[in-house]
């Protein structure tokens, strides 16, 4: 065998390996990064995992020698259709991503706020009241359709089945049935174009609602492809569920094992915003964003042949000594946290970045200004691969 065929058949690391901890999975990242910051899994058919900073950059970056239309997710479960934007190359993707990135613009977000901070405050208060609840059950995971349904101009119980039928066909993703991820993808692709429909026979403001905003657009001189508005709108209906979800109760976690920090935040509630950027690093919820390679290309030393797809573990990206010093550790107001890249950088970095930015800081603020205290009640539960996260956190509230 040659060197490069030992390091195909290597296995570096095991991505669904059950027994999570809230460590564990960073610890694992840690060493690996010192060995190989390019690591190889033979689970899901076999893939790479960018783990440095510089490796992942560098893959999101070089468009030339990487794609996401043919593979952009570990494991592969894209079988329903074309979604745009992500999964097409520029030019063609920017065809929407300039329709969806004007419903992110800072008026947009400043009109939005009043209503993503109502349905923060709905959700929170009984669980504070209460004095015990799991963050994530009972709101990380009800909060992001709440959202929705405001942002998207849906009724809530709309935007409720979404996020149940995606939290179910992200599971599935996660065990490799694909009949059942087929079956529910169809379902959101049903949903979409009831929303589709919704906006075709009734007068939807272009300027107000984006899916209408998508049927007005043009593009080389006539209107969107009907079929890749149905795909981009399955798309958006659900990327912004799942990572919300698992992000919430990690900021939960932290805080309640930092006790002068959480009073810290409540006596100073203009550090949350930065608060949450560093969260946002040290916490990022995605590690099985992928690209796949056009022609063999070497990264870091690695050779990367054509066609083999590699994960962008943004997860351990973002801890990489050589960028975030200390990255293991919080650090509030950290010089460079602008480098950070829970959201993606370039061609396809997240849209919605300053939504999920919305959503972190309102949740922290009414959080904290509800509550004398909050600590763990059990231990967190852990998501599985591709997301990096909590899916259950028992807390135990001290009404402020």
Partial sequence: MTADDTRRAAHDFDP?????????????????????????????????????????????????????????????????????????????HMAYRRVINAFFTPPKMRALEPKVRAASIELLDPLIDRGWADVCKEYAHKFPAHVFARFFNLSVDTAEEIKKVSGTYVDAIQVLDHEVVKKLSRRLYEIAGSIIEDRRTNAYDPDEDLTAALLAAEYQGGPLPADMVLGCVRQLIVTGMVAPSVFTGNMFVHLSRDADLQQRLRAE????????????????????????????????????????????????????????????????????????????????SCPGAPLARMMMTITLEEALARSASFTLAGSPEMAMWAEWGTRSVPLDFVRA
């Fill in 16 to 92: 669904v390996r059950p027994d999570e901890t809230f460590t564990s999975a960073h610890e694992e990242f840690r060493d690996l990064r010192a060995q190989c910051p390019i690591a190889r899994s033979q689970e899901y058919g076999g893939f790479w995992a960018a783990l440095g900073y510089d490796e992942v950059l560098r893959v999101i970056t070089d468009i030339e020698n990487f794609t996401t239309s043919k593979q952009n997710a570990i494991p592969k479960f894209a079988f329903t259709g074309v979604r745009p934007p992500l999964h097409l190359d520029p030019p063609d």
């Fill in 269 to 348: 509630p203009t550090l949350v915003p930065a608060a949450v950027e560093e969260f946002l690093r040290l916490y990022s919820p995605y590690r099985g964003m992928a690209r796949t390679a056009r022609e063999d290309v070497v990264v870091s030393g690695q050779l990367i042949r054509k066609d083999d797809p590699i994960a962008l573990v943004y997860t351990s990206a973002n801890r990489d000594e050589r960028v975030f010093p200390q990255g293991d550790e919080f650090v509030l107001d950290r010089p460079n946290i602008a480098q950070h890249i829970s959201f993606g950088r370039g061609t396809h």
